[in-house]
T-cell receptor, first 114, second 110 residues
Framework: NAGVTQTPKFRVLKTGQSMTLLCAQD?????MYWYRQDPGMGLRLIHY???????AKGEVPDGYNVSRLKKQNFLLGLESAAPSQTSVYFC?????????????FGPGTRLTVL | DQQVKQNSPSLSVQEGRISILNCDYT??????FLWYKKYPAEGPTFLIS?????DKNEDGRFTVFLNKSAKHLSLHIVPSQPGDSAVYFCAASDTDKLIFGTGTRLQVFP
């Protein structure tokens, strides 16, 4: 099993450009999440999904959109990138109410917006 | 308003000694608390958790203590090893999601 994978690993964008980050998991998890990690800020939830076809806003959703068309994939879109979106993005997945709500994380995508 | 706080950004401990990482929370309705470990350029990995109905959970060198009255939890690592050097995040389970603290960078030196 590959677990949680993220594509791409690195990306540099210019202000105003758009891009999509792809997250895939092969653990048949129902729940998927997108976080961003910034220095001194910890992991902040952007959007999440509790099942195929569903999405919900997290703590910092502005400037991002998501889609969950297939159970195994969760896409994060930036329609018009801004320098404030320079960050490391992590995707995670979990099976609801399994033990301690443990989430499994991908390796991250480092995004720089110039 | 931070619901989960890690007030120590960094901690330095000698190899073989105990490392104690602390975490405070504000919402008494959280039902699980988790600790994650993160190495540079990698995703966080789950370390240990505790249910809100317990006050201690142990797994090898790692023990988590929960003090509900103080809304405080701590992670003890005994003995500390150089490979434990990483950033540690505590998290609280809130319905369908986790709320993370800002992390504590642990450095274990020889």
């Amino acid at each position: 099993n590959a677990g949680v994978t993220q594509t791409p690993k690195f990306r540099v964008l210019k202000t105003g450009q758009s891009m999509t980050l792809l997250c895939a998991q092969d653990m048949n998890h129902e729940y998927m999440y997108w976080y961003r990690q910034d220095p001194g800020m910890g992991l902040r939830l952007i959007h999440y999904s509790v099942g195929e076809g569903t999405t919900a806003k997290g703590e910092v959703p502005d400037g991002y959109n998501v889609s969950r068309l297939k159970k195994q994939n969760f896409l994060l879109g930036l329609e018009s990138a801004a320098p404030s979106q320079t960050s490391v993005y992590f995707c995670a997945s979990s099976y609801p109410r399994l033990a301690s709500d443990e989430q499994f994380f991908g390796p991250g995508t480092r995004l720089t917006v110039l | 308003d931070q619901q989960v706080k890690q007030n120590s950004p960094s901690l330095s401990v000698q190899e073989g000694r105990i490392s104690i990482l602390n975490c405070d929370y504000t919402n008494s309705m959280f039902d699980y608390f988790l600790w994650y470990k993160k190495y540079p350029a990698e995703g966080p990995t789950f370390l240990i958790s505790i249910s809100s109905i317990k006050d201690k959970n142990e797994d090898g060198r790692f023990t988590v203590f929960l003090n509900k009255s103080a809304k405080h939890l701590s992670l003890h690592i005994v003995p500390s090893q150089p490979g434990d050097s990483a950033v540690y995040f505590c998290a609280a389970s809130d319905t369908d999601k986790l709320i993370f603290g800002t992390g504590t960078r642990l450095q274990v030196f020889p």
